[in-house]
């Protein structure tokens, strides 16, 4: 046991996106699964931890820390080895314009609130084609915004990997399983292909989660 807690559920893009930064900075944590499917989130124990009864939460350093983007940028000023973000300040910005293009643009509207609400409106097949027109979008302007002079091919931008490359990687995940293909997106496919053999990026990975956690997944709502 360690005194750093993540309480995050094994399909979660937010949380698996903070699986991938705590393996890069190499920090040792208890993992808590709160289970999305059966409402666990609501429950009165995690709604003290996050009113918004979202993962994931990051219990370090006597704090509490919500929403997956504030936990990497916490961590990487806190623990700045590797560093999650470049030097320069307009390389910084380019970082996080990637990574907010998938954390507030593409994500949401692929959340279980959003698709359950779809689905009620227009019937479950508008589920399917709301979600993967979504992703098949947001993934289109993403392939567009690695059309730049430090892009070689690896990562999100020059040779390191950053809070876009953590933010970019569980979004694909979650374009696989519902059928969006990028292999026609070159830029987005050569970081997949590098990142994937990283240990903290497979380390992080849902297939690599609590096993008992996969035995649900056949049971489970597409997220």
């Not at 999305?36 to 994931?56: K, S």
């Not at 692929?110 to 508008?126: F, H, I, M, Q, T």
């Not at 040779?159 to 979004?171: E, K, N, V, Y």
């Not at 059928?179 to 590098?194: C, S, T």
């Amino acid at each position: 046991m360690t005194d750093i807690v993540l309480h995050d559920y094994w399909r979660s893009s937010a949380s698996y996106r903070v699986r991938i930064a705590l393996g890069l900075k190499g920090i040792i944590y208890t993992a808590v699964p709160v289970d999305l499917v059966i409402g666990q989130q609501h429950a009165a124990d995690h709604l003290a931890r996050n009113p918004q009864g979202l993962v994931p939460v990051l219990q370090i350093d006597g704090l509490v820390l919500t929403q997956s983007l504030a936990i990497l940028e916490y961590l990487d000023e806190t623990r700045p080895e590797p560093p999650l973000l470049p030097i320069d300040p307009a390389a910084r910005a380019h970082v996080r314009a990637l990574a907010l293009a998938i954390a507030c643009e593409i994500h949401p509207l692929s959340n279980l609130a959003v698709l359950g609400r779809v689905e009620a409106l227009a019937g479950a097949g508008a589920r399917s084609d709301w979600n993967r027109t979504n992703i098949e979008r947001g993934l289109r302007a993403v392939e567009a915004m690695l059309d730049h002079p430090q892009f070689d091919g690896r990562f999100c931008h020059g040779g390191a990997a950053s809070i876009a490359d953590c933010t970019l990687m569980p979004q694909l995940y979650n374009a696989a399983r519902w059928g969006v293909g990028f292999d026609h997106l070159p830029r987005i496919a050569a970081v997949a292909e590098h990142c994937a053999t990283l240990p903290a990026f497979a380390g992080a990975h849902p297939d690599r989660s609590d096993p008992s956690r996969q035995a649900k997944a056949s049971q489970e709502e597409s997220r």
